[in-house]
Structures are given as structure tokens and as C-alpha cells.
């Protein structure tokens, strides 16, 4: 039960829930998107006080039942009611709405539907506590010097590694292949939408939005995938995609994005917003002249694109008729690391639609590439996490 006025939001990290519900499926869909969730706190039966109570309204419950959720629902104070019900009536329902219930699931419940009400229900308590400091999340491009030479992989398992050496931390992975993304073979998902939609809506784009167009792979990441037809493309203006990629990092701490192999326009404004470019190469002569390529035209542009240019040698060889050292002298420039070459355990964890920490977490290119992840997106440190942000990490020490 909600106390009656009484304490405000908690000293507490995360959002406290109260799943006033048996176990039913119904009950295991919450509970599944509130730990996918790491906002979220589940509290215990028996505690009073919760950010959130989502109720299941049984079947033969009456008017008593109906009046005690109206009763609830008059001292929530701050506090938010959802429920949830197997069968109902749509009269009741709208009486219950309109006397503060925020949101209703009917069964069975839709885990899309609850992950964006959650998602609702953290904006709202954001915008409730003022003005929001938005979020500076970085933003890793992976470009390959040549066809094959792992850039998918590296985006991938980059991501995936970003997720994992930052509990709690919000990363997406943005697939900028065109016309076919392979991202979401490799994480076995079939996203519903991708960003030609979005650009296509730009005028109505904002963090709610972008979510219900994000994948959610069940490593936490969140997966952005290309249009497939040409005709999704008519709004891919350099403008538009750095509109999205600036609200991209408002709402997450690392992005990284799959800028597969061809530079034009729109791959040059993403490496102009991007904090760091992995350019992807392996050890052999056509791949060395494409990398010098690529520095020769960033460098006729002037575009200071080259600070932040990280080549990486995928596939490493210790023992190659062009050794990492040559490959250094001949382009005058340090590579920034060696991804160590192991085809059987990659080629695995495409197959079967996982990450490489998923499939081989201790294989020696899933450890080199988890350094390479917090190398390139650095843990935040203590007095940075303090900071008022998106993630709600700000409601600590609010009374
Ligand atoms: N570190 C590695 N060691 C050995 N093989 C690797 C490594 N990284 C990737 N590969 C292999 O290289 C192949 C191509 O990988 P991937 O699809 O990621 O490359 P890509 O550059 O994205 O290709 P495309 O140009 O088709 O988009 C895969 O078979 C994968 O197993
Ligand atoms: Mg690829």
C-alpha cells in the first residue's frame, strides 16, 4: 500500500517498484523489463513505499476491488499506479484512467509495451525534477579500410563490451551499412524499424521516439538498423543524421556506429561528430594503400578528422610478410591497436547470432577487444557519475 503523503523520492539510485501481482505471466513480462532496465529497483513484499505500483486486477474482484485502486490511486502523491487485468470493462477502465491511473496492460501484456511505458514513467520524473542536464555520451564510428576486414565484428563486440564494462551504462549500436546492415544477423534480432523512419519523422524526434524505434538485444545494447530499400533514404541528409546522432548521445553513453567502407557525405559528417574513428585494416598491401588513401583525403579536407583516428589491425599476425611496424613506417603513423587473429571463434559467434563474450567471454580477441571498448569509451569516474544525468542517477541525494 502507498503511504499517505509522507516520503518523497527515495536516497536510492534506482526507481523502487512494487509489483502488487502473483506470479503470472503478466507479472514475469514486468519483471523481465524492469531488470532489462537498470533503472529500476524491485522492492520486496512488504515495503510501503515505491516510485511505482503496477497492480493486477483479478477477475472477480467487484466494486471493493475497484474502489480500493481508487482509494490507492487518490493518495499516490507523487507516486505512479499501473495495472494490469485479464479481462475488463472499458467503462470502468476509463474511470479508473481518469482518477490518476497512469497506465493500463491488458493481457497478455506486450513486453514492447511495457519497456516504453517504463521508458515514459522515467521522462516524466525527469522532467518533473526541472531542467535536464543532458548527457555527452561518446561516440565511436568503425569504418573499414576494405571489404571484410571486420568491421561489423568489431562494431559489434565493441558494443557489447561497452554494455558490460560499465554496469548500468545505456549503449547503442547504430548499423549505417547500406542497403543491407549486417548487425542484426550478427545479434540475431529482427529490428521492426529502422532510421529512415526516423529521419523521415526528424520534425517529431525526441528521446521517447527514439527508444520505440531501438532493438533491444538481451546483452542490454540497443540496436539502430539501416533501411533496406533505397526509397527509406530520401531524408539521409547529413543535417538530418547528425540531428540523430546528437540526440543519440543525450540519451545513451556510448554509440557506436558500423560506418561499413564508403566514405561520402554522410560517412564524413558522422566522423565529424564521432569523438573517436577505429579505421579498421589488416595486414596486407591493398588494405595499407587504402588506408593512406583515406588519410590523404581526410587530410586534403583539413577536417581534423585525424586527432581522432585509431587505426586498428584486426586479424593480427605476429608473423606476416607485413608486420605491423612496416605497416607503421610506411604510413608514418602509430596503429592504435591488434585485434589478435582467431577466424574460428568470430566466425562462431556470427554464426550463432551472439556476441563474443556471449560464445568465448575468455578468448584472447574477446579480452583484446573488451580493452580495446574501455579504452575508446572510458569508464566515467566518480565525481562524472554525480553529475545530473539522463540515467536518473540524480535522483540520489533528492529528499
Ligand atoms: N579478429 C579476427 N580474427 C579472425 N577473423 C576475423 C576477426 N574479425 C573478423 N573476422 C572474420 O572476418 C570475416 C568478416 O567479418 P565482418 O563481416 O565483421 O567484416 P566486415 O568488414 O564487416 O565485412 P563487410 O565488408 O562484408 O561488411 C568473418 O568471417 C569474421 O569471422
Ligand atoms: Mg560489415
Not at 511505458?117 to 573499414?144: N, T, Y
Not at 521516439?209 to 533496406?228: C, W
Not at 586479424?315 to 602509430?334: C, I, N, T, Y
Request: hydrophobic share 45%.
Amino acid at each position: 500500500m502507498l503511504p499517505t503523503g509522507g516520503k518523497g523520492t527515495t536516497m536510492r539510485d534506482k526507481l523502487t517498484v512494487i509489483l502488487d501481482m502473483d506470479p503470472t505471466p503478466a507479472r514475469g513480462v514486468f519483471e523481465e523489463c524492469l531488470s532489462e532496465d537498470g533503472d529500476f529497483e524491485v522492492l520486496g513484499a512488504g515495503e510501503e513505499y515505491a516510485d511505482l505500483l503496477v497492480r493486477e486486477l483479478a477477475p472477480d474482484g467487484g466494486e471493493a476491488q475497484l474502489e480500493a485502486v481508487a482509494d490507492m490511486v487518490a493518495r499516490r502523491g507523487e507516486r505512479e499506479v499501473f495495472l494490469t487485468a485479464p479481462v475488463y470493462d472499458a467503462e470502468v477502465l476509463m474511470r479508473l484512467m481518469r482518477q490518476g491511473v497512469r497506465e493500463f496492460f491488458p493481457q497478455p501484456v506486450n513486453h514492447e509495451e511495457v519497456r516504453m511505458a517504463l521508458w515514459r514513467f522515467k521522462e516524466r520524473r525527469e522532467a518533473a525534477l526541472g531542467p535536464k542536464r543532458s548527457k555527452q555520451g561518446r561516440i565511436v564510428s568503425i569504418f573499414g579500410a576494405k571489404g571484410g576486414v571486420g568491421t561489423t565484428s568489431l562494431a559489434v563486440n565493441l558494443a557489447a563490451a561497452c554494455q558490460t564494462h560499465k554496469p548500468g551504462a545505456t549503449v547503442a549500436l547504430m548499423d549505417m551499412n547500406l542497403p543491407f546492415g549486417e548487425a542484426q544477423l550478427f545479434l540475431d534480432i529482427a529490428p521492426k524499424y529502422h532510421w529512415g523512419e526516423v529521419l523521415g519523422n526528424i520534425s517529431r524526434l525526441d528521446a521517447t521516439y527514439l527508444m520505440s524505434v531501438m532493438s533491444r538485444h538481451p546483452s542490454g545494447i540497443y540496436l539502430l538498423a539501416p533501411p533496406s530499400r533505397l526509397d527509406d533514404l530520401q531524408m539521409a541528409t547529413p543535417e538530418n543524421i547528425s540531428r540523430l546522432l546528437e540526440l543519440m548521445r543525450q540519451v545513451f553513453d556510448t554509440v557506436v556506429i558500423d560506418l561499413g567502407m564508403y566514405l561520402d557525405e554522410i560517412t564524413l559528417k558522422v566522423m565529424d561528430i564521432s569523438d573517436a574513428i577505429v579505421l579498421v585494416c589488416v595486414q596486407n598491401l591493398p588494405c595499407l594503400a587504402n588506408v593512406r588513401r583515406f588519410l590523404d583525403n581526410i587530410r586534403h579536407a583539413d577536417s581534423g578528422l585525424e586527432e581522432k583516428l585509431k587505426i586498428v589491425v584486426n586479424r593480427h599476425l605476429d608473423e606476416s610478410d607485413l608486420v605491423v611496424e612496416d605497416m607503421e613506417k610506411a604510413l608514418g603513423l602509430p596503429v592504435f591497436w591488434r585485434v589478435p587473429n582467431d577466424y574460428k571463434t568470430t566466425l562462431a559467434a556470427i554464426n550463432q547470432g551472439k556476441t563474443l563474450l556471449e560464445t568465448a567471454p575468455r578468448a584472447p580477441v574477446t579480452r583484446s577487444l573488451g580493452d580495446l571498448a574501455a579504452t575508446l569509451a572510458p569508464v566515467q569516474t566518480a565525481e562524472e557519475a554525480k553529475k545530473p544525468l539522463f540515467g536518473l542517477k540524480f535522483l540520489r541525494g533528492r529528499s
